[in-house]
């Protein structure tokens, strides 16, 4: 079944199965790296905030052999548990004065996120670009994140230097960076039931750098400071491999000169091992210690 059919089918299910009282709808949200995935969306008079819940992982699940009855009463389920019981006022994001202290910043790949990169405030890295983003926390809400567009720039009054300067201190203080080896990491995910990627061999001396949630951690790499540091860890200069938008894996240069394999592991990680709208960037980076700089080597 085709992903538009199937939307529109569970729209009308969904419909039928709230009533009249609920506004049902299908809106088309544009991810990282120009993914489009098909947002359901539910709404009740007066209600202010409601979960998009993406219906292509639930396309799957059907076409895997779960009935459709079972489909639509888990979308509802996911709808009640993660709508905010108390009402939400978010007429506070008009104030600068009380976002600013959470704007951070995060890494996407330039390449396929044009249209997105014309209609947001970002700085351009190497093939990378930072975006700006307001970091949400409240008992209402949990945690998410906001994308900031030139519009919120425009209503701020704001620039993006300044957004850029704050976010130089906001992100490293709410989302502290960690690097560990890429075999604990492996060890973790085996405990927590998740597959470890194939593409990247174990017993490998790698390391892993993210923040302590684990996303949107490659921008741990601009945080002032830590590639200096983890050059001295690592007693030289090291290659970076763009394993997501989530981490980057670091592997010490011993002058073997390895990067063409470096360079497919990252394609090859890219193609098989992580999801469309995660991919960060194909290019293998480098950071010379004597010009603390990082460079695309291949």
Avoid at 12 to 39: D, F, H, M, S, T
Avoid at 151 to 171: F, I, P, R
């Amino acid at each position: 079944m085709e992903m538009r059919e199937f939307a529109v089918k569970v729209r009308n299910a969904v419909r039928k199965e709230l009533g009249a009282e609920y506004r049902v709808e299908i809106k088309e949200i544009r991810k990282n790296n120009g993914v489009v995935l098909q947002g359901l969306l539910i709404l009740t008079p007066g209600q202010s905030v409601t979960p998009t819940i993406y219906l292509n992982t639930f396309l799957d699940i059907y076409e895997s052999g779960v009935s459709f009855a079972e489909v639509i009463r888990k979308l509802i389920a996911i709808y009640r548990k993660d709508t905010p019981k108390t009402e939400v006022d978010m007429n506070f994001f008009r104030s600068f004065g009380r976002v600013k202290d959470r704007i951070c910043y995060r890494l996407v790949g330039t390449r396929g996120n044009e249209d997105l990169l014309s209609k947001v405030p970002h700085i351009e890295f190497l093939d990378l670009a930072l975006c700006f983003y307001y970091a949400y926390q409240s008992e209402a809400l949990g945690e998410g994140t906001i994308l900031i567009h030139d519009s919120h720039v425009e209503m701020w009054e704001t620039s993006t230097a300044e957004l850029l300067g704050l976010a130089k201190e906001n992100t490293p203080r709410l989302f502290p960076w960690t690097c560990c080896s890429l075999n604990d990491v492996l060890q973790e995910m085996t405990e927590e039931g998740a597959y470890p990627r194939e593409g990247i061999a174990r017993n490998v001396p790698m390391s892993v750098l993210s923040n302590q949630k684990k996303l949107h951690g490659a921008v741990c790499m601009i945080y002032p400071g830590v590639l200096e540091e983890l050059a001295l860890r690592m007693k030289g200069n090291f290659f970076i491999l763009p394993s997501s938008v989530h981490e980057m894996i670091l592997l010490a240069d011993t002058g073997i000169g390895e990067t063409e394999n470096l360079k497919k592991m990252v394609m090859e990680i890219n193609s098989t091992q992580v999801a469309p709208e995660e991919i960060l960037s194909d290019s293998l980076y480098y950071y010379d210690s004597a010009e603390r700089k990082v460079k695309i080597i291949f």
